[in-house]
């Protein structure tokens, strides 16, 4: 079972350059979100989506974009890389709003 | 503003020792409370939750926690820890009725001696 699997594990980007983490999951879930996890802060949600189509902010969504084409995919854009986005950045999905979230292995982002 | 506080970043014990970890949550009304564990090299993953009922929950591996209402707080527990239970531990919190946002704490990192 492969579950939510993220692409790549690690990446350098230089200030300016964009990227997108892309995320897929084969368990037919309807909620994907992505978070970002700096260092002694815990998780923020960056964006996240309730189905093929829907995508709403979450608390840190700034500098950022997704779109949500198909239930399976859920790719996280960077179209201006900063280092305030130096971060490690975990995609996950869920069932339902309210159910146990299911994580990818993360990202690990470096902006220099 | 909704927050969720874990009082310890880090915690070291020697095996068999016993654990708390600290969490505590800002929401008003009905919350929804999750404890997540990420072991090393792995994902995050749901150690144990609570949504009504009996507030001692318990989790995979031993573990159980316990939901206070009047103290805002949801504290994990285990009797006893084991060196395979070196991990980063995450509470969150889900407002119950419709958000789609869980909150996380900053977790607190669990390093087990032998």
């Known amino acids: 079972n492969a579950g939510v699997t993220q692409t790549p594990k690690f990446r350098i980007l230089k200030i300016g350059q964009s990227m997108t983490l892309q995320c897929t999951q084969d368990?037919?879930?309807?909620?994907m979100y992505w978070y970002r996890q700096d260092p002694g802060m815990g998780l923020k949600l960056i964006y996240y989506?309730?189905?093929?189509?829907?995508?709403d902010k979450g608390e840190v969504p700034n500098g950022y974009n997704v779109s949500r084409s198909t239930t399976e995919d859920f790719p996280l854009r960077l179209e201006l890389a900063a280092p305030s986005q130096t971060s490690v950045y975990f995609c996950?999905?869920?069932?339902?709003?309210?159910?146990?979230?299911?994580f990818g292995s993360g990202t690990q982002l470096s902006v220099l | 503003a909704q927050s969720v506080s874990q009082h310890n970043h880090h915690v070291i014990l020697s095996e068999a020792a016993s654990l708390e970890l600290g969490c505590n949550y800002s929401?008003?009304?009905?919350?929804?409370l999750f404890w997540y564990v990420q072991y090393p090299g792995q994902h995050l993953q749901l150690l144990l939750k609570?949504?009504?009922?009996?507030?001692l929950v318990k989790g995979i591996k031993g573990f159980e926690a316990e939901f206070i209402k009047s103290k805002f707080s949801f504290n994990l527990r285990k009797p006893s820890v084991q060196w395979s239970d070196t991990a980063e531990y995450f509470c969150?919190?889900?407002?119950?009725?419709?958000?789609?946002?869980?909150?996380f704490g900053a977790g607190t990192r669990l390093a087990v001696h032998p």
């Open positions: 989506s309730v189905g093929a189509g829907i995508t």
């Open positions: 969150a919190a889900h407002h119950a009725g419709g958000y789609n946002k869980l909150i």
């Open positions: 368990m037919n879930h309807n909620y």
């Open positions: 929401y008003g009304g009905t919350v929804n």
């Open positions: 609570y949504f009504s009922g009996d507030p």
């Open positions: 996950a999905s869920s069932t339902g709003g309210q159910e146990k979230l299911f």
